[in-house]
C-alpha cells in the first residue's frame, strides 16, 4: 500500500489498519525512512513504544541526517515511558517547583489506586480537589473563571513531558501561560508542542500528552484521541481517551486549545 493509503486509513480512525498497512510499506520498501518513521508514530499511538524505537533506531541508521526529529520522539517515547511506569508501577514523576500540598495527596491517591484501594484513592482526590484554588484566565478571546483537567486523577495538575526524556506534573497554580503550536505530525497531536511559561517567568516547550494514561484505552478512537469517554470508579471520574478540560463552564478537548493566559482571580465584571 501507499502512504496515501496509509494517511486515508489514519484518517478515517482505523490506527490497526493503519499499522497493518505502514508495516506492508516498509516490507515492501525497506529504505524508505519516511514510511518507517510514520510507522513508528502509528505504533506510538498504539502503545507499542519498543516497537516504534525499534523503528526509530533503524531510520537513524539508514539516514543519519534525520538525527534531530528522530532524536525528540525518542526522547518523548522514554518520557511516556515513564509517565506510563507511574500508571503502572508507580514511578513517581518529576516537579518544577516544590511538591505542592494537593500534588502529595496525588502521589497518595496514585499508589491507593494501583493498591486496588478504589475508595481511598478517591478520597484523597477529593481532599487535593478541596484545596485547588480557582485558576482565572483567558483562552483566546475569552474569559473564564476556573480552569482544570476533568480527569480526577489530574485535576489541578498538568502532566507534561520534556525534550529530554522527562515526565513531570506541573501544578497548575505556576502556570502563567501556556501556548500550543500547531500540529504538523501524528506525533505532535499524541503529544502537543506548547510553550509553558510559569509564574516565575520561566518559560521553555513541553508536550502534553493528548490521550489519558490512567485508564486504557480500549478502541481506536480512544488511543488516537478522536472521543473521550468516562470511567467513574468509587466516586471518582477518570478519562479515558482525548484529554479534556473544564475551561469555564465548558468542556474542552486538549486538541482545540490554542493560548490560555492565567490570572490570579477574575474581576466581578469579568466573571459576569
Partial sequence: MSQDAVSNLLEAGDLTGAIAAATAQVQKAPTDTGARYLLAELLCAAGQLERADTQLTVVLNQDPGSMVPVSLLRQLIRAETARQDWHRAGRPPEFLTEVPPAARLHLEAGVKARDGDGQGAAQSWGEAESLRRPHAGRHKDAVFA???????????????LSADGKYFWVALDDVGGLDFQPPKRLSELLWRPARLTLRDGTAGTVYVPLVYAGVTPETDQERLGRVTDWVERDGAVLGRGQRCFLVGDEAVGLLDLTSLRFTEALSDEEAA
Fill in 146 to 160: 476556573d480552569f482544570r483537567d476533568l480527569d480526577d486523577a489530574c485535576g489541578g495538575l498538568l502532566e507534561v
